[in-house]
């Protein structure tokens, strides 16, 4: 099956300016989830959508930060304006429930510079 | 709440040699608790996972890991490195809902 898959790869912006990230999970997959992984540090979760509901988001500075997930698949997640510690790898990853146990898919990141 | 500690940033060891990547949780309910690993430029990958059935897990490429509920651990452990074994591997934990709390990563090199 095709894994989770997100664009763009590579992405560098000034201070300030905004940016998207893209993300379609392993089809059938009704839970997605966005991680930031600041280097040297392991993820963090930002975000936790059931079908197109939020179920956390907790962790996400919603001044800067946004996140949507229309018609249950796919998602795209934003950040405006961007700040430097934004700097990070975006991952996204879905999973086929969210009982305790269930597998988490991750895509291979969004590598994001702010200069 | 919950919590992981990889006890070692960085672990070296010889191909061929036994690997032992350090892992302590902290949680308030029975957790499931995971190793994945991440290679240079790709994505996580599971490598094993603990759902409280048997308490030694055996996963992929040769890896296992024992739950230890009285020394609130979860080690994990190969009997010989291979140099495609290098990367960085995170040991997560999971007592709840379906949140995942990752530890800080322990990145193994492997020496021929």
């Known amino acids: 099956e095709a894994g989770v898959a997100q664009s763009p790869r590579y992405k560098i912006i000034e201070k300030r300016q905004s940016v998207a990230f893209w993300c379609n999970p392993i089809s059938g997959h009704a839970t997605l989830y966005w991680y930031q992984q600041i280097l040297g540090q392991g993820p963090k979760l930002l975000i936790q959508?059931?079908?197109?509901?939020?179920?956390?988001d907790s962790q996400l500075p919603k001044d800067r930060f946004s996140a949507e997930r229309l018609k249950g698949v796919d998602s795209t997640l934003k950040i405006q304006p961007a700040k430097l510690e934004d700097s990070a790898v975006y991952l996204c990853a879905s999973s086929a429930g969210t009982i305790n146990g269930y597998e988490q898919y991750f895509g291979p990141g969004t590598r994001l510079t702010v200069t | 709440a919950q919590s992981v500690t990889q006890l070692d940033s960085h672990v070296s060891v010889s191909e061929g040699t036994p690997v032992l990547l350090r892992c302590n949780y902290s949680s308030s309910y029975s957790p499931s608790l995971f190793w994945y690993v991440q290679h240079p430029n790709k994505g996580l990958q599971l490598l094993l996972k603990y759902t409280s059935a048997a308490t030694l897990v055996k996963g992929i490429n040769g890896f296992e890991a024992e739950f230890k509920k009285s020394e609130t651990s979860f080690h994990l452990t190969k009997p010989s490195a291979h140099m495609s074994d290098a990367a960085e591997y995170f040991c997560?934990?999971?007592?709840?809902?379906?949140?995942?709390?990752f530890g800080k990563g322990t990145m193994l090199l492997v020496s021929p």
């Open positions: 959508f059931q079908n197109n509901g939020v179920v956390d």
């Open positions: 997560v934990v999971n007592s709840g809902y379906s949140t995942l709390t």
